[in-house]
């Protein structure tokens, strides 16, 4: 438990603070206003000696609660790290003295005052995270499918010491990779297709003494939570295994898209394959030259690209592996017997990375490659016709084959999700025992919800991992790649929750939420609003947190009513009581005042690179750092309006399909909860304009700038707020 409170204020002098600031007011301010019991000041508090006078003082003054006032919280975070004490972090470097322009000398000290008395004021109200008493303690991880992607998780999670868990439905081990013939190549010097290698990779797991086998089998069930995972195994013959679980990697891989469906593209004629079907067809030939199903040798073979792809029809999305893949096919041809006259039709060709290498190796083996819009596939004799649109020459053409090999897509075999009733989505593969569904969510196409630019394995079920096809469309070398991320984090996740820590984006945060019950109206909002299925409900129906699962978000925070719900060092009260320590000019002084409510994952960044970048913005905001836009409570849009706030902004990530908000649904909750504020602010006799909300990637240093910009000028134009003098 914690002593009593002892605060203390470090106020840096370098990296020119000390040049443009009067250091001795912002002491005095620390002092008087913020009330610290200790306040110093250093000229380089990062130095090992001004990191070592904040260690002396928090050991032989028996500190507490410490602020710092220097550089972002971003910066020299190991230096100052003093895991015994609650800490606040005040930004006068990159947020006051880099982007307030000269010639303002007045109103950037008044601005780094102001964050002076909101850092003192913030430490004040947090505590220190005592970490997850509930955490588990398994680190087994669980690699369901034995595919390429499986196969590779498992054997690196292995490889690095931990105990792997391995299920695959079929009765042997392979999936796909065991289904072809070569793959594309995926080292020097990318002329030919190469050997899958997936005996060997087969041969290393089964010999692996940390990798436990079930083939022939399915998950049953799956409760618990990171570090906690409890799972039922079943197999074909009936009978159960029950094992526990640190951490899961899901790799089903994926489906071809059924050619049954392409009709218009001869889909379901004799002499008409999809690539699967014809890998088959090169494995029964083994090297020599390709046949027909009925046995006839092929003289002629035509590949039609985007098969059903890129379609909204059928799959709206390109399966990425498709062009090198006929590349390859059509090489086992020319390979085989050099006569054989082969067509890849496309309209868009594909080969990222080396692939440029291997199409030039298929032109010069005389592979011929046009660009043209396939209509329709007939029967002609014993082979096939093809109408098409050459988008060369702007005519149709026609071209007659012996067989045809359509590039259908890929399908992920991702599990039960009930936004897709689909039937590819009827078999659930986790038997997740969450309110929230048996399954991950997914994204509109099927495919895993996870992050795609940030966190690419992981997914919205926390401590379970995505890797390879079920993820999104790739080929065997990225899935390879994928695999070993995924295993990785999953080590990360199993490690983490063993310290009651956070797994990720806030790795390593050991604080968690809880909740007043007294207070609780069971409005059941947190357990809706939750993006990560972390609350479920207990016997009397208030909100039961499963710390675990949780990613730190504060999403719950945001979307409860009666704010009850909070984390030990970030609260409404950490938040509001910031809003609350701004000095508030009066409506005479035409010295605005905006709040700014930043994401802390890429909006907080984008403003330190600003200053980093030195673009000016407006000494009238003052910015607070968040951990998501979803962890907003209108409270404090209301307090700060209450308390003669000019204007607030909210600088969130992007949402919508393509998602960037490290929380997922965060900066949607903000923006739907957002949308209600017009009336509210009619009530107050506001105009709407003094609360709006922006999309800000981390790489967007110039737009944050011009955005504060531009919205200081809107509020100089609509005037100071009425409600100064009230608050």
Not at 508 to 513: A, I, K, Q, V, W
Not at 542 to 567: D, H, K
Not at 601 to 614: E, Q, R, S, T, V
Not at 682 to 711: C, M, P, S, W
Request: with cysteine; hydrophobic share 35%.
């Amino acid at each position: 438990m914690m002593s009593e409170m002892k605060t203390a204020a470090y106020l840096c002098s370098g990296c020119g603070l000390g040049d443009k600031l009067d250091m001795a007011s912002l002491s005095k301010v620390a002092q008087k206003a913020g009330k610290m019991a200790i306040v110093r000041e250093h000229p380089f508090l990062c130095s090992e000696e001004g990191v070592k006078l904040i260690h002396d003082e928090i050991e032989k003054e028996s500190v507490t609660h410490a602020v710092i006032a220097a550089c972002s919280r971003r910066s020299k975070t190991e230096a100052f790290s003093f895991p015994e004490t609650a800490l606040s972090r005040v930004n006068l470097r990159e947020g006051v003295i880099w982007v307030v322009a000269e010639g303002h000398e007045e109103i950037r000290q008044e601005m780094a005052e102001d964050y002076v008395r909101m850092g003192c004021a913030e430490v004040k109200k947090m505590k220190l995270p005592r970490g997850n008493p509930e955490s588990g303690k398994e680190k087994n991880i669980l690699v369901v499918g034995g595919g390429l992607s499986g196969l590779t998780s498992a054997l690196e999670a292995a490889e690095t010491g931990y105990k792997v868990v391995l299920v695959e439905k079929e009765t042997r081990l392979g999936g796909w990779a065991s289904k072809i013939w070569k793959r594309v190549p995926f080292s020097s010097p990318y002329n030919d297709p190469q050997n899958t290698g997936i005996l060997e990779l087969i041969s290393k797991v089964s010999a692996h003494k940390n990798i436990e086998i079930h083939v022939n089998s399915a998950i049953l069930e799956t409760s618990g939570a990171p570090g906690k995972f409890v799972v039922r195994i079943g197999k074909a013959e009936g009978t159960e295994t029950e094992v526990k679980i640190g951490a899961i990697i899901q790799a089903t891989g994926f489906s071809s898209y059924d050619i049954s469906k392409l009709p218009e593209l001869g889909g379901g004629l004799p002499h008409v394959v999809d690539q699967a079907g014809l890998e088959q067809l090169a494995i029964k030939a083994e090297g020599k030259p390709i046949a027909r199903e009925d046995g006839k040798p092929i003289r002629s073979v035509a590949f039609v690209q985007c098969a059903g792809q890129r379609d909204e029809s059928h799959l709206p999305y390109c399966s990425g592996h498709c062009c090198a893949t006929s590349i390859k096919q059509a090489m086992y041809f020319k390979d085989a017997h050099p006569e054989v006259d082969t067509v890849i039709i496309y309209t868009d060709l594909r080969t990222p990375g080396m692939g440029e290498d291997f199409y030039r190796s298929a032109q010069e083996k005389g592979v011929i490659f046009t660009k043209g819009k396939v209509s329709s596939v007939e029967n002609a004799g014993e082979g096939c016709r093809l109408k098409f649109r050459d988008l060369i020459l702007d005519e149709e053409s026609t071209i007659e084959a012996d067989l045809v090999v359509l590039a259908t897509g890929q399908v992920p075999n991702s599990g039960v999700n009930i936004e897709l009733p689909e039937e590819r989505n009827q078999v659930s593969v986790l038997n997740l025992s969450y309110r929230q569904g048996k399954d991950m969510p997914q994204l509109k196409y099927g495919f895993m919800d996870s992050h795609f630019i940030c966190f690419p394995y992981e997914t919205r079920r926390t401590g379970i991992y995505a890797a390879g096809p079920v993820r999104r469309p790739m080929d065997m070398l990225q899935a390879t790649e994928d695999a070993t991320g995924a295993a990785l984090k999953a080590i990360q996740a199993v490690e983490n929750a063993s310290l009651g820590r956070a797994a990720h984006p806030r790795s390593g945060d050991l604080s968690f939420p809880t909740v007043r019950l007294e207070g609780c109206t069971q409005c059941k909002r947190c357990t809706v609003e939750c993006p990560f299925g972390a609350i479920d409900e207990d016997e009397k129906r208030f909100p039961l947190f499963n710390e675990s699962r949780c990613r730190r978000c504060g999403t719950c925070m945001g979307a409860c009513p009666v704010r009850v719900i909070s984390f030990e060092n970030y609260s409404i009260d950490t938040v509001g009581s910031q809003i609350k320590a701004v000095d508030m000019p009066d409506e005479f002084s035409e010295k605005p005042r905006i709040l700014i409510l930043a994401c802390e994952n890429d909006a907080y960044p984008a403003l330190d690179m600003a200053g980093m970048k030195n673009r000016c913005y407006s000494a009238f905001a003052r910015i607070i750092p968040v951990r998501c836009l979803g962890s907003v409570n209108t409270i404090w849009i209301t307090d700060a309006l209450n308390s003669g706030y000019d204007g607030v902004m909210m600088m969130g990530c992007k949402h919508g399909d393509n998602y960037q908000c490290h929380f997922v649904k965060g900066s949607e909750l903000a923006n739907y909860r957002m949308g209600k504020m017009d009336d509210t602010l009619k009530q107050l006799g506001l105009e709407t304009e003094r609360v709006t909300t922006v999309e800000v990637a981390i790489t967007d240093h110039e737009k944050v700038a011009a955005f504060i910009n531009d919205y200081a000028e809107t509020i100089r134009i609509i005037g100071m707020s009425p409600m100064k003098g009230f608050g």
